[in-house]
């Protein structure tokens, strides 16, 4: 039985319904780039990576070796991934600090990774964004990326 998919590369994933890890093959269909991963109890994923395989494929040169962070925050438990938040067996800095600063979206984009379709309406303080921030320096020392979504806090940085 052909395929109509070529083979590009293994990796370990999760499952977006139990959040077990599991295993997942990188695939080209025609010009765009999937995971395609299964979960015993959950049954086939289809991921889109990429609308632009050539694109895809030619970023990797652009991966670097591992980083380990400034300060690892927990001991492992679970293992990796699911001991989440610079466990012990973390080998990578944080690529892009993510500090969510609300949770009030409620626009459930598919592809949004802040999951924010809360109905508690939680707005964090100033004052626990400069905390986290400052946690954030303490293990990448000088980070080169941070996302966070709020007008007020994008005024602490234009307003050093």
Avoid: W
């Avoid at 959950?42 to 591992?66: C, E, M, Q, R, V």
């Avoid at 990796?80 to 984009?109: A, S, W």
């Avoid at 946690?135 to 990326?145: F, I, L, N, R, T």
């Avoid at 007020?152 to 940085?157: G, H, K, T």
Wanted: hydrophobic share 30%.
């Amino acid at each position: 039985m052909e395929k109509n998919y070529i083979f590009f590369d293994t990796t370990r994933s999760l499952c977006p319904k139990c959040k077990k890890v599991i295993d997942g093959k990188i695939v080209v269909e025609g010009k765009k780039v999937y995971m395609l991963k299964r979960c015993i109890e959950h049954g086939n994923f289809k991921i889109l990576l990429s609308t632009d395989a050539d694109y895809y494929i030619n970023s990797l040169k652009f991966n670097k070796p591992g980083q380990i962070p400034n300060f690892k925050s927990k001991k492992s438990d679970k293992g990796c991934p699911l001991d989440c938040g610079l466990c012990e067996e973390h080998e990578q800095h944080t690529c892009l600090g993510l500090i969510e600063i609300n949770d009030c979206c409620n626009l459930n984009c598919q592809d949004c990774f802040a999951n924010s379709s809360s109905k508690n309406k939680h707005f964090m303080t100033l004052k626990k964004f400069k905390e986290l921030l400052e946690y954030y320096k303490k293990c990448e020392g000088e980070p080169q990326v941070l996302s966070y979504l709020s007008l007020e806090a994008s005024q602490l940085f234009i307003h050093k």
